[in-house]
């Protein structure tokens, strides 16, 4: 089983509630094994299957809560 990891920069979080909805989302996305998302830094550090999942499902999981991708590093 494949497993990647990516880094999504993420643009209008305001507290650490901000940052757990995101990471429900994400980990809600099958395929998705871990996500770490931090305010402070505005960035969520996700571990995936990428046959299971694509970075532009989790921009869109992440954009349909009113947040904004900025950046993605693979
Ligand atoms: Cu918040």
Redesign the pocket.
Known sequence: MAEKKVTLIIEG??????ASAIAEALKRLKGVKGADVL?TTGKAKVSYDPDLVKVDDMAKAIESLGYEVKGIRE
Do not use: R
């Not at 979080?13 to 901000?18: A, I, K, L, W």
């Open positions: 979080m305001h507290c650490s509630h901000c305010f």
